[in-house]
Nanobody
Framework: QVQLLESGPGLVKPSQTLSLTCTVS??????????WGWIRQHPTTGLEWIGD???????RYNLRLQARTSISRDTAKNQFTLQLIDVAPEESAVYIC??????????WGQGIQVTVST
């Protein structure tokens, strides 16, 4: 059974870069037919998809966040990483990594609270 675990700083200052890592066990991030993504859950606005990295290494991003987002991977460590530059306080949220099977995310990490504040 696949497991995903987010890690990274829980506090980021405004205008700085948010960087989170998802460590995957139970499956390889290069397994064909899957994508690996980041989602965030804001307390008032709900879930927002940030972007995916495919088993091929290709990426796609939410158009609204695309200019500030980068998702990369380390296949040797079976990890993928989110970088979101120039963050603002309203981007405080629970950030979650997940595995996508087709249209839907079918396996989720527990999430990590990230607060953007001075």
């Amino acid at each position: 059974q696949v497991q995903l675990l987010e890690s990274g700083p829980g506090l980021v200052k405004p205008s700085q870069t948010l960087s989170l890592t998802c460590t995957v066990s139970g499956d390889s991030i290069t397994s064909s037919g899957f994508a690996w993504g980041w989602i965030r859950q804001h307390p008032t606005t709900g879930l927002e998809w940030i972007g995916d990295i495919f088993s091929t290494g290709n990426t796609r991003y939410n158009l609204r966040l695309q200019a500030r987002t980068s998702i990369s991977r380390d296949t040797a460590k079976n990890q993928f990483t989110l970088q979101l530059i120039d963050v603002a306080p309203e981007e405080s949220a629970v950030y979650i990594c997940a595995r996508r099977t087709g249209t839907y995310f079918t396996d989720w990490g527990q999430g990590i609270q990230v607060t953007v504040s001075t």
